[in-house]
């Protein structure tokens, strides 16, 4: 079990879809994050906020919009996605305090574009 | 952040000692150094971290050379529920609101033989 949740566990959606990737902690984490990883890669960073505010945006498509409603939960817009957006997409969170926390992960949502 | 060389795979028997070795010459006096491990269909876990002197949890203990520039993770006594991909990461330690993502190299995957 782990301390993010992210739903849905799997999505399944066609080129014009609109839909939404949730992700949700209740540790008192100010840091979250968005990764994407492909099959047999590692994980890339996509988004990070931190205390509600996105900091780190590493030049994601615009059809990849973020957005962090309050302190526990972190949202991954989509719409108009391609086939080659399909990867397994993990939220994490982590203290920001300058000490070095570790990141928590959830356990991803798997996301197929038809 | 400094670049890292690991393995591509390792086999160990279980019960034994798992050694994993990370090479980080290039890693300036402010990096940290953090392993994450990630378990088939799972996110990523994290595991330890350390600056300069060996550090030791219940999970693995981290041993890093004096002049820095390489480290060894260590499972005591490998499971099979070992069996995963481990990430060494080296990072730069930001101040409070700085949080950054954390960037994955290709990692050692360990195969823990019953």
């Known amino acids: 079990d782990t301390e993010v949740t992210q739903t849905p566990k799997h999505l399944v959606m066609g080129m014009t879809n609109k839909k939404s990737l949730k992700c949700e902690q209740h540790?008192?984490?100010?840091?979250m994050y968005w990764y994407k990883q492909k099959a047999k890669k590692p994980p890339e960073l996509m988004f990070v906020?931190?205390?509600?505010?996105?900091?780190i945006n590493e030049s994601v498509p615009s059809r990849f919009s973020p957005e962090c409603p309050n302190s526990s939960l972190l949202n991954l817009h989509l719409h108009a996605l391609q086939p080659e957006d399909s990867a397994l997409y993990l939220c994490a969170s982590s203290q920001d305090l300058g000490f070095g926390q570790p990141q928590h992960f959830g356990d991803g949502t798997r996301l197929s574009i038809l | 952040d400094a670049k890292t060389t690991q393995p591509p795979s390792m086999d160990c028997a279980e019960g034994r000692a798992a050694n994993l070795p990370c090479n980080h010459s290039?890693?300036?006096?402010?990096?940290?150094v953090y392993w994450y491990r990630q378990i088939h269909s799972q996110g990523p876990q994290y595991i330890i971290h350390g600056l300069k002197n060996n550090e030791t949890n219940e999970m693995a203990s981290l041993i890093i050379t004096e002049d820095r520039k390489s480290s060894t993770l260590i499972l005591p006594h490998a499971t099979l529920r070992d069996t995963a991909v481990y990430y060494c990461i080296v990072r730069v330690l930001k101040g409070r609101g700085g949080a950054d993502g954390l960037t994955f190299g290709k990692g050692t995957h360990l195969i823990i033989q019953p």
């Open positions: 290039t890693i300036s006096g402010n990096e940290y």
């Open positions: 906020y931190s205390y509600e505010k996105l900091s």
């Open positions: 540790m008192g984490h100010r840091a």
